[in-house]
């Protein structure tokens, strides 16, 4: 069975990048991956939908939802405020 989503990433050690991949049916579940990848500095390389590769358009949406997750974590830490008052004032929070 084809997973739902499927996120190809890298790991870069030294000078060369040791390949994984994380496989979920959540869309959820794949865009808090994604948070965690764009978080660690990991490199992504496909994402895969039902087993085709996104569209660059559809990749880019995908990395974006990711990244604003990230930003609102960041601001709600560093700022010591709730994630409603981060959407309130910045709009991040999903």
């Given at each position: 069975?084809?997973?739902?989503?499927?996120?190809?990433?890298?790991i870069?050690?030294?000078?060369?990048?040791?390949?994984?991949h994380h496989e979920t049916e959540d869309?959820?579940?794949c865009q808090e991956f994604?948070?965690?990848l764009l978080k660690n500095h990991f490199i992504?390389?496909?994402i895969k939908h039902e087993g085709v590769s996104l569209t660059p358009k559809e990749f880019?949406?995908?990395v974006k939802n990711a990244a604003n997750v990230v930003a609102?974590?960041?601001?709600?830490?560093s700022l010591d405020i709730k994630p409603e008052?981060?959407?309130?004032?910045?709009?991040f929070a999903a």
């Open positions: 069975m084809i997973p739902k989503y499927k996120i190809e990433f890298g870069k050690m030294r000078d060369h990048l040791i390949s994984h869309p959820v579940s994604l948070a965690g992504i390389r496909d880019n949406r995908l609102s974590e960041m601001i709600c830490a008052e981060e959407k309130y004032r910045f709009g």
